[in-house]
């Protein structure tokens, strides 16, 4: 192959219309500089913190990416060609590669992964074990300190991260109560992923049905959306409980800036903390989460689901999914 | 003596119109009951916090005192008459008793210190030794975890909290920046305090200054004010920064539900922590803060400034003007 098809980006989109900042084109695959290797891409996970790469601003986390580049995303792989002594042809990796069907990358700065080949489900490389596994695992046991008997909370509960977030802490000891926004989702995370309760956030009085479910507070929320959701769990929070924001689905589309929680305040009431985290701050230890998510995996202790769209012209339909709550699971793209 | 002069709360105050609220009245001294102990207060001080109570919600940290009641302040006095085997007559004590010329108060929950008399100014033990200076002992050192050379920033900074906990800080090692409201506060924090830095948020750009003045980034921010102070320092928090959240001046006395910091996103683009605290949670390690800050007075290594009004029937105006900033230091009633 010589040519290949890559989405790159052309604009900053507004909010949620993504087309007209996206073109899928075909392009020649250029000679490999020293130390670069070409990956035949078969999976490619959507993440929505990558929402943020989209934005002018600098001030962020993320620096944004530079009009005309190729869209990135974590992947799963071959090695078609290489030009790293490290890494040969035919070898499955784990890296940030670029919404393509090819992706050409630096394996020092793409974060190449050679993974075991010989597991049940390969997607698995861009679901548990792998950066939402790390965001997931850290944010639970590092930022949320659980212990057994307590209460945990997480919001978009059937997404990657908040799936893997419960059942991380109910493997913890905790009891685990989800929020999500489908009957379809509360019952899975119930019956599938062992969730204790379920609350959904269309149809529920989400503030009052956390009272009911956890009349002596929560211990630990672990937040992937802010806004009104998080302004209905601060007045439930135990004393000295704890908050672990993974994100703010709420407001990654928003244009201008959005209001804090009303309920603030209570971060005083209630003596509690709020902590920011991203799973880059883990990568040194992503081994860690790796090892133990494929051992609880081997064990039937913990699931993952995939969402999974088909055909690589098509990842604009995945990542949209995943801002509109449309998928159950890991949105990903098989290529 | 058989009669005191009290303060009782007849109505719930609105915003600060305190007046309407309150009554000072002469009423005859009740006899002891079996266990209590009359104190002749000398010094009463003004505590912020003490406005949750005139509220009447029920779902903050401090039950609402019930109409009728005296009044609560920490104070400093001597025992008039005692009803407890521990207590005796002359004793100098620090207690929570009441806004009044005598208090009445049940050791076991009064707080009941007995203090030594032996100090060149017992005033401090409603100022450094004593329930502000816990919250900043412990504000500082247990939840802002300052390393030397880190950079300590603090609101209402010429307040008695924040006057301790910038000098706590800088005991600690830290470089330490004042937020204060007028240049002749902004001018005692830095020459008499030893603070590197003054910021007048009345005349001054705030971010800009904070941008100035610490370039790297906030390490800890002490917050007693959140509102536009605090979006005016999350966009210069470091990474890994933490605030330690004492207050919330700006919005004691608001009716109705106050925003939340429009910056809220920074906790998550710069991973920091927020922790609401409060000293009564240091009750127990009181003791501890007590002896480090007495040591402190001693070597010279630490001050603090008294904002004194003069009879206990102008109580009102020391209160208020803690909550107007019209105080340097504490705002405490000789009475």
């Known amino acids: 192959m010589s040519e290949r098809w890559v989405w790159r980006l052309q604009e900053r989109p507004e909010g949620m ?46 620096v944004p990416l ?14 078609e060609e290489s030009n790293h002594p490290a890494y040969t042809k035919g070898m499955l990796v784990r890296a940030y590669g670029q919404w393509a069907d090819y992706s050409i990358v630096n394996p020092a700065e793409a974060g190449v992964f050679v993974v075991d080949p010989d597991i049940d489900d390969i997607r698995q490389y861009i679901g548990l074990i792998g950066p939402s596994g790390w965001t997931s695992y850290f ?18 509960a059937a997404g990657s991260t908040g799936s893997i977030a419960g059942q991380v802490a109910r493997i913890a000891g905790c009891r685990t109560i989800g929020i999500a926004g489908s009957d379809e989702k509360i019952d899975w995370i119930k019956s599938d992923l062992g969730f204790d309760e379920g609350i959904n956030y269309k ?10 479910y956890a009349p002596n507070g929560i211990d630990i929320y672990f937040d992937n959306v802010a806004g009104p959701i998080l302004d209905a769990v601060l007045p ?29 305040e209570y971060l ?28 609880w995996l081997d064990e039937g202790l913990i699931t993952f689901r995939f969402d999974e769209t088909n055909g690589v012209e098509n ?21």
């Open 139 to 156: 944010g639970v046991l590092d930022v949320g300190k659980p212990k057994p008997g307590e209460t945990f909370l997480v919001s978009a």
């Open 236 to 264: 439930n929070m135990a004393i000295h409980g704890r908050i672990a924001l993974s994100g703010l689905m709420d407001s990654y589309n928003a244009e201008g800036p959005v209001p804090g929680p009303y309920k603030f």
């Open 268 to 295: 005083l009431h209630k003596r509690v903390s709020i902590t920011g985290f991203f799973s880059p701050d883990y990568f040194h230890l992503g081994h860690e989460s790796d090892a133990r998510m494929r051992q």
């Open 203 to 212: 149809k529920d009085n989400v503030e009052e049905k956390i009272r009911e």
């Open 315 to 335: 990842t604009l339909t995945a990542y949209k999914k995943m801002f509109t709550g449309g998928n159950i699971g890991k949105s990903i793209v098989k290529v």
């Open 17 to 62: 219309d993504f087309e007209p900042a996206f073109e899928f084109k075909s392009e020649l695959i250029p000679e490999l500089a020293p130390g670069e290797i070409l990956i035949k891409n078969i999976y490619i996970g959507m993440d929505a913190g990558t929402r943020n790469w989209l934005h002018p601003r600098e001030d962020g986390f993320d």
């Open 66 to 79: 530079p009009l005309g580049s190729a869209m990135i995303g974590i992947l799963v792989g071959t090695i």
